[in-house]
């Protein structure tokens, strides 16, 4: 059988798909910076150096689909000079990487599947716009991010590769967002920041495992898919609904602007402000989401998070 090569699988969604892929029997080799042990075996992991510009040429042995997931949280750290290069070299160096192994190597590749993010459409609020995949890019810092990501992922397009690009909304799983706000919600703790009127486009992580598994077995399928859930919440909504899967209330305000901006510098931005993002074309093609409401999906988490 042909293997999936999976770039990036050691984060927080890529665990996650290298399990739900390995269970349901595909081969697949994953590049990681570090040693690891793999518990399945149809799971072999190889080591990958971006810096260095280095992989292990075995990792694309039989390999005909690549799914990169590359990249350095976004979130984790202010937006620095430094750190900036950092979060676009993280994403474009990888893809630039990967292309090169596989044209010098005359790798066929017959599927390249992406990230991307709704922050493509730049960091707006408004009720009077919903953006789809045809929807101009932003011209803010991540609007500039998620350009020069795609575009490097156009890459493989040159070489007759299925190209797939993903925008993805915040992932709500055993991880990222849901893991550092969870806690503050069981104490009672509003997390809603600044008007709380911002949108924040999300999907659940089992619905992107599926569709990851849709796209692959759906190989006429090609182009940019916005990969996030049906319901528009904005950042009121998710507090509440968060202390509300916890059968908690909260009466504290919102966290106010000017103190988001003095904590975060320019990546306030990312926070304060918030778009709504359409669906409609994945679902046009067949993919049906499983988890559309906000709070059924975190009711189902806080229910997976206390059994494990």
């Known amino acids: 059988m042909n293997r999936i090569l999976i770039a990036g699988g050691t984060g927080f969604v890529g665990q996650k798909l290298v399990q739900f892929l390995a269970e349901n029997d595909f081969n697949l080799s994953v590049l990681t910076r570090k040693n690891i042990q793999s518990s399945f075996k149809n799971v072999q992991y190889y080591k990958w150096d971006i810096i260095r510009e280095e992989i292990d040429l075995s990792a694309f042995d039989n390999v005909d689909t690549i799914i990169n997931l590359t990249g350095v949280n976004i979130g ?10 950092e979060i676009i070299d993280s994403r474009v160096n990888a893809i630039q990487l990967l292309y090169k192994y596989v044209v010098n190597y005359k790798i066929p590749i017959h599927t390249f599947i992406s990230s991307s993010a709704v922050g493509f459409y730049g960091a707006v609020t408004s ?11 932003g011209n803010d810092f991540l609007g500039m991010v998620c350009r020069e ?14 190209v797939i690009i993903l925008r993805k909304g915040i992932v709500l799983g055993k991880g990222g967002v849901y893991q550092k706000m969870a806690p503050l919600a069981k104490w009672g703790i509003n997390t809603s920041l600044g008007s709380g009127q911002q949108y924040m486009p999300w999907i659940d992580i089992n619905d992107l495992i599926q569709l990851y598994s849709f796209l692959l077995e759906n190989r006429n399928l090609e182009g940019v898919f916005n990969a996030v859930s049906t319901e528009h919440i904005t950042m009121n909504d998710f507090s509440k609904s968060l202390l509300r899967s916890f059968n908690r209330k909260s009466f ?9 901006r003095a904590l975060f510098g320019e990546m306030a931005l990312m926070l304060l402000e918030g778009t709504r993002v359409s669906n409609e074309k994945i679902k046009d093609v067949g993919f049906c989401f499983q988890n559309e409401y906000l709070l059924e999906s975190l009711t189902k988490l806080k229910r997976r998070v206390r059994n494990d």
């Open 76 to 85: 984790e750290k202010r937006w620095t000079r430094k750190r900036k290069k």
């Open 252 to 260: 504290l305000p919102n966290i106010p602007a000017f103190i988001v």
């Open 127 to 137: 009720e009077d716009v919903i953006f789809d995949e045809g929807s101009p890019n």
């Open 149 to 162: 990501w795609e575009i490097s992922a156009q890459l493989f397009a040159e070489i007759k590769s299925r």
